[in-house]
T-cell receptor, first 113, second 110 residues
Framework: GAVVSQHPSRVICKSGTSVKIECRSLDFQATTMFWYRQFPKQSLMLMATSNEGSKATYEQGVEKDKFLINHASLTLSTLTVTSAHPEDSSFYIC?????????FGQGTRLTVV | GQQVMQIPQYQHVQEGEDFTTYCNSSTTLSNIQWYKQRPGGHPVFLIQLVKSGEVKKQKRLTFQFGEAKKNSSLHITATQTTDVGTYFCHLNNAGNMLTFGGGTRLMVKP
């Protein structure tokens, strides 16, 4: 299957700082990528849909100014958690669609201290 | 909006027993995918079902798509400890909305 690389896999940051997470499709072009958040033992909650060359579409309740998404190329989308707080600590996962299938990155475990 | 119910939430089985998880949608689906997530890992694509009544098999795993394209099931025959993880259905309806089921967490006792 297609490969999606997400980096970093783990990050610990201080409260008030910003963190950037990258999601790359390595062997295919993805006009659409998705960002999810997953709390322990829960399902994946879609945060936003990232569209190459245009603004991301955010799900209801997700703060656009806090979770900045940039999809500058067909192989790269980034999620920046701005002014992170401890409640932002979570597992963030991206996926990229190839046809009807979605392939997931390895996920990023963010811990805000 | 689309509502998804995946049951059960948890399942403990003895190794060798069978396991089934069900996914039910309130709306007709274009297709459904199943993913497996190991503890601490990321979701891994298992299979996609598109046709009404479709049945697909992967070794000990059997996937079914309902005739009305509103429900699906994943059945594992003779579970092994390597089957441990959370199984998610991922739904795509005609409006192209993507939703994950709540997941079924499978635990296998050796």
């Amino acid at each position: 299957g297609a490969v999606v690389s997400q980096h970093p896999s783990r990050v610990i940051c201080k409260s008030g700082t910003s963190v950037k997470i990258e999601c790359r499709s390595l062997d295919f072009q993805a006009t659409t990528m998705f960002w999810y958040r997953q709390f322990p033992k829960q399902s994946l909650m879609l945060m936003a849909t990232s569209n190459e060359g245009s603004k991301a579409t955010y799900e209801q309740g997700v703060e656009k100014d806090k979770f900045l998404i940039n999809h500058a190329s067909l192989t790269l989308s980034t999620l920046t958690v701005t002014s992170a707080h401890p409640e932002d600590s979570s597992f963030y996962i991206c996926s990229a669609r190839q046809g009807r299938k979605a392939f997931f990155g390895q996920g990023t475990r963010l811990t805000v201290v | 909006g689309q509502q998804v119910m995946q049951i059960p939430q948890y399942q403990h089985v003895q190794e060798g027993e069978d396991f089934t998880t069900y996914c039910n949608s309130s709306t007709t689906l274009s297709n459904i995918q199943w993913y497996k997530q190991r503890p601490g890992g990321h979701p891994v694509f298992l299979i996609q079902l598109v046709k009404s009544g479709e049945v697909k098999k992967q070794k000990r795993l059997t996937f079914q798509f309902g005739e009305a394209k509103k429900n699906s099931s994943l059945h594992i025959t003779a579970t092994q400890t390597t089957d441990v993880g959370t199984y998610f259905c991922h739904l795509n309806n005609a409006g192209n909305m993507l939703t994950f089921g709540g997941g079924t967490r499978l635990m296998v006792k050796p």
